[in-house]
């Protein structure tokens, strides 16, 4: 009989920490993450992810074509990252979030390096055009309501609070165990066990230092440098953006912030 590769889920929101979590649990010895590590994804890949979106498959038979592709051993887990479109079927897997303060930031920063500049003057729609487009591409493959509900916004920060505080509510009610970026790049050990737990393979050592299987040419998804190693640089980079904006972001989410267990006492959100 023919062995069988499970198939687990990463189930997040953009600008969570997909990349950096996905490069840490493709490099261990039995796990093989098909798209949202390096930028260039293979058709191959691309088809695979389609099918497990479209047919709910909880696992492959190693003589599965993507299985023989690769090639994957009879031990392997398959591990995706679900993050655009809402899976309506159960699954195994895990949800990974981040502070609703440090994504807006990361949404807005994002499309600046895109070249719409001002960074933090405006906010209208027209200005943050390529942001409001992304947010009704992924609102399109989730539902016609968080459709609806993204188009009617006028500013992009009633927009990405509106997103924000959908997924992460349907993350939520996944009821999966739920990682938080803060968590990963403040004690990476400790949350890569746990993950490790839930995949059901053991700790290796060599996913804390997954940035040396890279160059500093070799670029990640969302413009992530695959060579740069876990640090907490980020955690306070929403400090340089504009208060008021911040106030606003933490009024509109701090609910659906505190299902996921964040707190506006710890150190990254302190003073908002």
Known sequence: MS???????????AR????????????????????????????????????????????????????????????????????????????????????????????MTYNTIEGFGGGW???????????????????????DELYNQIDSKNSVIDALCCFYNSRVTTLKDYQKEIF???????????????ACLILDIDFENGMLNAHQNYSETDKGHGMNNLARDIDTA?????????????QKVKRATIDTAKSVGYSYNEPYLVGV
């Open 16 to 107: 969570a920490g997909e990349t950096l979590f996905l490069k840490l649990l493709n490099s261990h010895s039995r796990v093989c993450v098909p798209v949202q590590v390096e930028q260039e994804e293979s058709e191959i890949d691309k088809a695979f992810i389609a099918e497990v979106r479209d047919t709910g498959i909880r696992d492959i038979s190693i003589d599965h074509p993507y299985a023989q592709s690769k090639p994957l051993a009879s031990n392997s887990v398959i591990l995706i990252k679900q993050g655009i479109w809402l899976h309506k079927v159960p699954f195994n897997g895990i949800t990974l979030v981040r502070n609703p303060l440090s994504f807006v930031d990361s949404m």
């Open 180 to 194: 938080r970026y803060e968590d990963i790049v403040n004690n990476p050990a400790r949350e890569l066990n746990r």
């Open 121 to 143: 003057r405006k906010y209208g729609r027209k200005r943050y055009a390529k942001t409001f487009n992304r947010l009704l591409r992924w609102s399109e493959n989730m539902s």
């Open 234 to 246: 980020s955690l306070n980079k929403w400090r340089q953006g504009d208060k008021r904006v911040f």
């Open 3 to 13: 062995a069988r590769l499970p198939i687990f889920h990463l189930a997040s929101h």
